[in-house]
Structures are given as C-alpha cells and as structure tokens.
C-alpha cells in the first residue's frame, strides 16, 4: 500500500557514536510507508518523531519522543532494538506492538507475541491483546483490549479509516489529519450525517466521490481543498 509523498518519512543520518550512527525519522502530515529494518520494520503515525542508534545496519536503541509507532519484528529475531519512551524502556523481542507518547503519558498495546515494559519502579509482561499506560502523575495501568478493537485502533497504519456511525464531520476531521488537501463540509445537516464503511486515509477524493455518492451530495475538488456541500 503506497502512501501520498506527503507523508512520506524522513530519515536523517549524522554522525554518531563509533561504529554507527543515528538516525531521525519525523512525519508530519499523514503515517510514513513501512521502514524496512533488519528483522522487522516501523511504521510512524502522523507528527512523530524517533530517534534510533544503528551499528552494522541494524538499530540497537530508539526513543519515540513525539507520536505514535508501530513495531513489527519476526520470530526469529530475538535482539529486537530496546526502545525508550518517555521514562519507561520497552524490550519487544518478537513481538507487533504499538507505543504512543504524548506530552503526559506513555500508551503500550501489544498486538501479538510478548513486550516487556520498564517503567522505572515496576516491571511489567505484556501479552497478545494488553495494554499500559504510565504517566499522568499516577501508577501504570493495564488492561486487554478485543481483537475487533485493536485492530480498529491501528487502522491508521494499514491507511484505513473504518467509520461505524461516526459524523461526516468528524471522518473529514480525522481525513485532514493525514491529508494537505483538507476537505470542508458546509451546511449543518450534511455535517451530521452519520457513515459506516471502510476508506482509505491517503485517498480524500475517493472518500469525497464515495460520501457524495451515499449522501446524494455534490463537491468541488480544487489543488487544496474538497468541498462538499
């Protein structure tokens, strides 16, 4: 699944420590394609940014300073790189996994295999499904999480949006978090109108032509905007 340029990743090399170095990798506007890596691969959601140390082609360390990243490493990787999120460390070995940081708390969902979490005075082993967030001035909670919702809660890095009665409103707010051409609905009846359906988060104007098709509305698409009325 090809993603628009715009949020595309970057990766920054500079001169590091002996015998490797570090990389930068930021997005802005949308989630980065999938970054190949020895063993596994990243994928970063919108208005990231990782930082990652790599000897001999491979990272041994990253820290997730800003954002959200899933991890995907195979099962016959076992020296998976340590990533550091906030004050908590997170050893994934084989494992899928996402970890979000914000500017309070620290989000670690395991979508499959086992992470171990160190939030300085507890240790924590997660399995398929768990869930931790430390932060927010309080001790480190956890739970479980269904296999429906969790694979709702990363929809963003298979480029999906999946809507189950949210507003148009809200779907065209989600759609301008990953997309530079913003889509603007006009009149609050259309607004409120309520969707259902599967979309694709770098394709605007297919959701355009496909909301107009559903709703009986109209749009006019322009280099910037998609206006729906």
Request: glycine share 10%.
């Amino acid at each position: 699944m090809r993603f628009a340029a715009a949020a595309a990743c970057a990766a920054l090399v500079v001169p590091g420590r002996s015998q490797g170095h570090e990389h930068v990798w930021r997005t802005t506007v949308g989630a980065s394609a999938p970054v190949p890596l020895p063993g596994g691969r990243l994928i970063l959601d919108r208005d990231t940014l990782l930082m990652g140390y790599v000897q001999q082609g491979r990272p041994v360390e990253t820290r997730l300073l800003c954002g959200r990243v899933r991890g995907d490493w195979t099962a016959g990787r076992s020296n998976a790189p340590v990533m550091k999120a906030g004050q908590t460390l997170i050893f994934p070995a084989a494992a899928s996994f996402v970890v979000q940081q914000s500017a309070r708390a620290t989000e670690i969902l395991v979508l499959a295999g086992a992470v171990r979490a160190d939030a300085g005075s507890q240790e924590w082993s997660l399995g398929t499904g768990q869930w931790m967030r430390a932060g927010d001035g309080m001790p480190p909670r956890v739970g479980t999480l269904s296999a429906d919702e969790m694979y709702r809660r990363t929809a963003w890095s298979r480029d999906t949006l999946e809507l189950r009665t949210e507003t148009l409103a809200e779907a065209a707010a989600i759609l301008n978090l990953y997309n530079q051409r913003r889509i603007v609905v006009h009149g609050a009846a259309l607004s409120a109108q309520r969707l259902v359906g599967v979309f694709r988060l770098s394709d605007p104007s297919a959701f355009a032509r496909a909301v107009c098709s559903i709703l009986g509305a109209e749009h006019v698409e322009s280099p910037d905007k998609i206006d729906i009325f």
